[in-house]
């Protein structure tokens, strides 16, 4: 080891360095490991390393701090090896995640295995697989012994662990050896539970160099072919492909076989034309996202639109936050639009949220049309790979725009100038389970504070907790009220099913006001959307003799009955049984479906309207990766006349066919026990009735009901928000609820129904003793008394969301419960906090 000059350092004199790492296992603070000096000047905040912790266990940590203090209670243990050249993880990102533990009330490293991908969270379990093109082709690296011996196992072999590779070198970590060999991309790297890496692989073809470098040697080909004419047409069309007379170096890059395969040459000819050489084929590995060309977009902005972004930024001098309050249709994507190009240009990075399923197709085909591939999408239902991919896109650049759900908050950004999140307003917002159970808008105001740079919030029913803090001044507030282009809001109407019931009119559960308007939409050739926030075909099955009701037996629900299958199954843990034929408490036969799903109210309409085309959209037809997506497509194509869904056809839509709108059940959303269900209600309802009209012609939307007179649904009609929140938040004032105070939810979980209530009570005196002033109710069963074998009981605590209250009740309730955690009557009982609940 040199100094700067060159100069021979003496170990046993310079001081040591001590790296904190943030480790995947469930204890709140880092660990202290000692630096080899060879690591010393690269290592730094972000990089991955690989460590030994405990006796046994090697585990992928992230390092967050780098000091020169040696810990007190143990002596650190060296650390095992640097993953990579240049930290993965930047330091504002670990800023962010000590706030996201602190705020929520969880483990740093909890943190950390939410926000990397798993492939790049390796662990001794992770495993390595020959790299297929390696395997074709081999390599012009050179290969050392250790590194042989790998690749001779995995060729008999096929995979291996990293503990295996370990055993079989006699290392405790090979990690270096497998980081080289990924390196000279020989083996792929994959972790065990997710899909083997699958690069996606195109064959492509290309002429012999023979040919290219000779002119006469061409000539003499073709001379040769004038027998074998399908040869040479083969030949032809590669050359109008590939023009390689004009350029020879675009031969390298060949054709894609596909592309002659399918232009219906002979495919025996091609084949012999590889055998005697004239082409050869070799394969490349392509990149999961396709190269779109960027087309620099034409939009431009209504006069009202263009009043509301000089307005947004007009309102960025002063605050960091601005709610962009705009009706259904009124284009409030064309703004983000202008916003991500303005902030693009400056050249600062944008992140754009979406819910979980508005992203898709629609925003995501408008938006690439106009950001093409310098925009990087991060969507749950991606595969880690195309997860990895994004995540180094954004670091090298490649991304600077991201649009994505929740959980693109923890991408790598370095510069970010602008965060939009869109439809803020909804719940999916919110992790629930696992923790950190964060809410991404929340979050991605602290992330924007980090970076100082700006946050869009955007809805046409904005959260109670966004129009609060617009009222209140901390954020600005921009409105749009109108539609865009000639489009009106869609007229309301309030159908009475109890009215309609008694004069005979009620056909299959559908008022004749929604019947009349379906036919009629029918008859134009225009498209229905029907709403029912149920899926399944029933609710439950009851008994007509006994009233007995089948329910899950590990939860303290009732069991849907599914006609798809032909089967009873539990939303909450999966469990499915048979129907039964008859009742198993009195043995009678007379079993009935009660209450309607979307399976049974597809089926009511198919009766109704047999000439319509019908589909369903709801977590059971859309489980598949496109299976939404094609869903969507159908519909748009003007393959289906009716669409029947659950919340899923709410978000975002924007289809210009669509004139009429029904809510089968409307009255099911309002007596929801929560004081947020009236918030819940306006929102769904106006969001799917957004969908309607939203071109020339104006929608209808049908409400059904069996108490029109309900005072929300005149506030809903009369589309007046703010008016609506005054009277709600006058509620919530008196009885002290978000978004005036801030809650707290505590669950306890434990199999025994009395041991789940001790603890929570438990809980609750030791909490009364934190001095701030707070109001804690409970403990109370949970709405479902029973998950999954685990009773669950909840404190709800109030705090003061001004002042310290917060934190020093989030200090102190750590250290109850740790001390809660070492009592051996509690010890298998589980608390789960979770921060500002929705
Ligand atoms: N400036 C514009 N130029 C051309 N078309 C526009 C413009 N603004 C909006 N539109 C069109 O108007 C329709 C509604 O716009 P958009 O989907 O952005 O509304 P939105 O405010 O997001 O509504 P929602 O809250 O219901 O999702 C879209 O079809 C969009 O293409
Ligand atoms: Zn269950």
Same mark, same amino acid.
């Given at each position: 080891?040199?100094?700067?000059?060159?100069?021979?350092?003496?170990?046993?004199?310079?001081?040591?360095?001590?790296?904190?790492?943030?480790?995947?296992?469930?204890?709140?603070?880092?660990?202290?490991?000692?630096?080899?000096?060879?690591?010393?000047?690269?290592?730094?905040?972000?990089?991955?390393?690989?460590?030994?912790?405990?006796?046994?266990?090697?585990?992928?940590?992230?390092?967050?701090?780098?000091?020169?203090?040696?810990?007190?209670?143990?002596?650190?243990?060296?650390?095992?090896?640097?993953?990579?050249?240049?930290?993965?993880?930047?330091?504002?990102?670990?800023?962010?995640?000590?706030?996201?533990?602190?705020?929520?009330?969880?483990?740093?490293?909890?943190?950390?295995?939410?926000?990397?991908?798993?492939?790049?969270?390796?662990?001794?379990?992770?495993?390595?697989?020959?790299?297929?093109?390696?395997?074709?082709?081999?390599?012009?690296?050179?290969?050392?012994?250790?590194?042989?011996?790998?690749?001779?196992?995995?060729?008999?072999?096929?995979?291996?662990?990293?503990?295996?590779?370990?055993?079989?070198?006699?290392?405790?970590?090979?990690?270096?050896?497998?980081?080289?060999?990924?390196?000279?991309?020989?083996?792929?790297?994959?972790?065990?539970?997710?899909?083997?890496?699958?690069?996606?692989?195109?064959?492509?073809?290309?002429?012999?160099?023979?040919?290219?470098?000779?002119?006469?040697?061409?000539?003499?080909?073709?001379?040769?072919?004038?027998?074998?004419?399908?040869?040479?047409?083969?030949?032809?069309?590669?050359?109008?492909?590939?023009?390689?007379?004009?350029?020879?170096?675009?031969?390298?890059?060949?054709?894609?076989?596909?592309?002659?395969?399918?232009?219906?040459?002979?495919?025996?000819?091609?084949?012999?034309?590889?055998?005697?050489?004239?082409?050869?084929?070799?394969?490349?590995?392509?990149?999961?996202?396709?190269?779109?060309?960027?087309?620099?977009?034409?939009?431009?902005?209504?006069?009202?639109?263009?009043?509301?972004?000089?307005? #947004?930024?007009? /309102? =960025?001098?002063?605050?960091?936050? @601005? $709610? *962009?309050?705009?009706? !259904?249709? &009124?284009?409030?994507?064309?703004?983000?639009?202008?916003?991500?190009?303005?902030?693009?240009?400056?050249?600062?990075?944008?992140?754009?949220?979406?819910?979980?399923?508005?992203?898709?197709?629609?925003?995501?085909?408008?938006?690439?049309?106009?950001?093409?591939?310098?925009?990087?999408?991060?969507?749950?239902?991606?595969?880690?790979?195309?997860?990895?991919?994004?995540?180094?896109?954004?670091?090298?650049?490649?991304?600077?725009?991201?649009?994505?759900?929740?959980?693109?908050?923890?991408?790598?950004?370095?510069?970010?100038?602008?965060?939009?999140?869109?439809?803020?307003?909804?719940?999916?917002?919110?992790?629930?389970?696992?923790?950190?159970?964060?809410?991404?808008?929340?979050?991605? #105001?602290?992330? /924007? =504070?980090?970076?100082?740079?700006? @946050? $869009? *919030?955007?809805?046409? !029913?904005? &959260?109670?907790?966004?129009?609060?803090?617009?009222?209140?001044?901390?954020?600005?507030?921009?409105?749009?009220?109108?539609?865009?282009?000639?489009?009106?809001?869609?007229?309301?109407?309030?159908?009475?099913?109890?009215?309609?019931?008694?004069?005979?009119?009620?056909?299959?559960?559908?008022?004749?006001?929604?019947?009349?308007?379906?036919?009629?939409?029918?008859?134009?050739?225009?498209?229905?959307?029907?709403?029912?926030?149920?899926?399944?075909?029933?609710?439950?099955?009851?008994?007509?003799?006994?009233?007995?009701?089948?329910?899950?037996?590990?939860?303290?629900?009732?069991?849907?009955?599914?006609?798809?299958?032909?089967?009873?199954?539990?939303?909450?843990?999966?469990?499915?049984?048979?129907?039964?034929?008859?009742?198993?408490?009195?043995?009678?036969?007379?079993?009935?479906?009660?209450?309607?799903?979307?399976?049974?109210?597809?089926?009511?309409?198919?009766?109704?309207?047999?000439?319509?085309?019908?589909?369903?959209?709801?977590?059971?037809?859309?489980?598949?990766?496109?299976?939404?997506?094609?869903?969507?497509?159908?519909?748009?194509?003007?393959?289906?006349?009716?669409?029947?869904?659950?919340?899923?056809?709410?978000?975002?839509?924007?289809?210009?066919?669509?004139?009429?709108?029904?809510?089968?059940?409307?009255?099911?959303?309002?007596?929801?026990?929560?004081?947020?269900?009236?918030?819940?209600?306006?929102?769904?309802?106006?969001?799917?009735?957004?969908?309607?009209?939203?071109?020339?012609?104006?929608?209808?939307?049908?409400?059904?009901?069996?108490?029109?007179?309900?005072?929300?649904?005149?506030?809903?009609?009369?589309?007046?928000?703010?008016?609506?929140?005054?009277?709600?938040?006058?509620?919530?004032?008196?009885?002290?609820?978000?978004?005036?105070?801030?809650?707290?939810?505590?669950?306890?979980?434990?199999?025994?129904?009395?041991?789940?209530?001790?603890?929570?009570?438990?809980?609750?005196?030791?909490?009364?003793?934190?001095?701030?002033?707070?109001?804690?109710?409970?403990?109370?069963?949970?709405?479902?008394?029973?998950?999954?074998?685990?009773?669950?009981?909840?404190?709800?605590?109030?705090?003061?969301?001004?002042?310290?209250?917060?934190?020093?009740?989030?200090?102190?309730?750590?250290?109850?419960?740790?001390?809660?955690?070492?009592?051996?009557?509690?010890?298998?009982?589980?608390?789960?906090?979770?921060?500002?609940?929705?």
């Amino acid at each position: 080891m040199e100094d700067l000059f060159g100069n021979p350092i003496d170990d046993k004199t310079s001081i040591p360095i001590f790296a904190d790492v943030i480790l995947p296992v469930p204890i709140p603070w880092m660990f202290t490991y000692m630096v080899p000096r060879e690591m010393e000047p690269i290592i730094g905040i972000g990089f991955r390393v690989i460590v030994q912790f405990g006796t046994r266990k090697i585990l992928t940590g992230i390092v967050g701090k780098i000091h020169q203090k040696p810990p007190k209670e143990y002596d650190a243990k060296p650390l095992l090896e640097l993953l990579d050249n240049q930290p993965m993880v930047n330091p504002l990102q670990i800023k962010f995640w000590h706030w996201i533990a602190d705020y929520y009330c969880c483990h740093i490293g909890e943190v950390m295995n939410a926000a990397l991908p798993s492939g790049m969270k390796l662990n001794s379990e992770s495993r390595l697989q020959l790299n297929p093109t390696f395997q074709d082709s081999g390599s012009d690296y050179p290969i050392d012994e250790r590194e042989k011996i790998i690749l001779d196992h995995l060729e008999t072999e096929g995979e291996l662990t990293f503990e295996a590779c370990g055993k079989i070198l006699e290392l405790k970590s090979a990690h270096h050896i497998i980081k080289s060999l990924v390196a000279k991309e020989m083996v792929l790297v994959y972790e065990q539970l997710k899909e083997k890496f699958t690069p996606k692989i195109e064959n492509r073809i290309r002429l012999s160099a023979l040919f290219v470098s000779d002119k006469s040697a061409l000539e003499a080909l073709f001379a040769k072919l004038e027998s074998k004419p399908k040869q040479e047409e083969i030949i032809l069309k590669y050359l109008q492909q590939v023009p390689v007379y004009k350029d020879e170096k675009i031969n390298h890059e060949g054709l894609d076989k596909k592309l002659l395969t399918e232009s219906g040459i002979s495919v025996n000819s091609l084949r012999t034309l590889i055998k005697n050489g004239i082409f050869e084929e070799f394969t490349k590995i392509i990149s999961r996202f396709e190269n779109l060309p960027t087309n620099p977009d034409t939009l431009s902005l209504s006069p009202v639109q263009e009043e509301a972004l000089n307005q #947004i930024k007009e /309102a =960025y001098k002063e605050k960091q936050t @601005v $709610l *962009l309050h705009g009706i !259904t249709g &009124s284009g409030k994507t064309s703004l983000y639009i202008k916003l991500v190009q303005e902030v693009m240009d400056s050249g600062s990075q944008v992140l754009l949220l979406l819910p979980e399923i508005a992203l898709t197709t629609q925003m995501v085909n408008r938006l690439t049309k106009v950001f093409g591939n310098k925009m990087g999408v991060f969507h749950s239902k991606y595969s880690d790979n195309e997860r990895v991919e994004v995540w180094q896109g954004v670091i090298q650049g490649r991304f600077q725009f991201v649009v994505g759900v929740r959980s693109a908050v923890f991408l790598p950004f370095d510069s970010l100038g602008l965060i939009i999140i869109d439809e803020e307003h909804e719940t999916s917002y919110k992790q629930h389970d696992p923790a950190p159970r964060y809410h991404a808008r929340d979050t991605a #105001i602290m992330l /924007a =504070y980090l970076h100082q740079s700006k @946050v $869009l *919030l955007g809805s046409a !029913t904005p &959260s109670f907790e966004s129009y609060y803090n617009a009222r209140q001044k901390k954020y600005g507030l921009v409105e749009l009220n109108l539609r865009y282009g000639e489009a009106q809001l869609p007229h309301f109407h309030m159908a009475d099913i109890l009215a309609d019931k008694k004069k005979n009119l009620l056909k299959l559960d559908t008022t004749r006001l929604l019947r009349e308007k379906i036919q009629e939409a029918l008859n134009n050739q225009e498209q229905v959307l029907i709403f029912q926030n149920r899926r399944g075909y029933a609710p439950y099955i009851n008994c007509e003799d006994c009233s007995w009701v089948l329910e899950c037996d590990h939860c303290d629900v009732s069991l849907t009955y599914h006609q798809f299958g032909e089967e009873m199954r539990c939303h909450y843990c999966g469990f499915k049984q048979k129907v039964p034929t008859s009742c198993p408490a009195c043995g009678s036969n007379n079993l009935v479906t009660v209450g309607q799903g979307t399976e049974k109210i597809e089926e009511n309409l198919a009766m109704l309207f047999p000439e319509a085309r019908i589909a369903r959209m709801d977590l059971d037809t859309t489980r598949s990766k496109y299976g939404y997506q094609n869903l969507l497509e159908n519909f748009s194509a003007g393959n289906v006349d009716i669409l029947v869904g659950t919340q899923m056809i709410t978000k975002g839509l924007d289809f210009g066919n669509v004139t009429v709108v029904g809510i089968v059940d409307a009255d099911r959303l309002l007596y929801f026990p929560d004081f947020r269900s009236g918030e819940r209600a306006f929102q769904q309802i106006t969001q799917v009735a957004g969908r309607a009209g939203r071109r020339q012609k104006t929608g209808n939307v049908i409400i059904q009901s069996r108490k029109p007179d309900h005072p929300i649904y005149q506030s809903i009609l009369s589309g007046d928000y703010r008016n609506f929140y005054l009277q709600e938040m006058g509620e919530r004032q008196q009885f002290f609820y978000p978004p005036l105070v801030k809650n707290i939810k505590i669950t306890s979980k434990h199999k025994e129904f009395k041991t789940a209530e001790t603890a929570a009570l438990h809980l609750k005196n030791l909490l009364q003793a934190i001095p701030v002033k707070k109001i804690i109710l409970g403990p109370e069963k949970g709405l479902i008394g029973k998950i999954k074998n685990q009773y669950i009981f909840e404190l709800l605590i109030k705090l003061d969301k001004n002042g310290q209250a917060p934190p020093i009740f989030k200090e102190h309730l750590k250290l109850v419960l740790e001390e809660l955690a070492a009592a051996k009557a509690f010890k298998s009982v589980r608390f789960i906090i979770d921060v500002d609940p929705v």
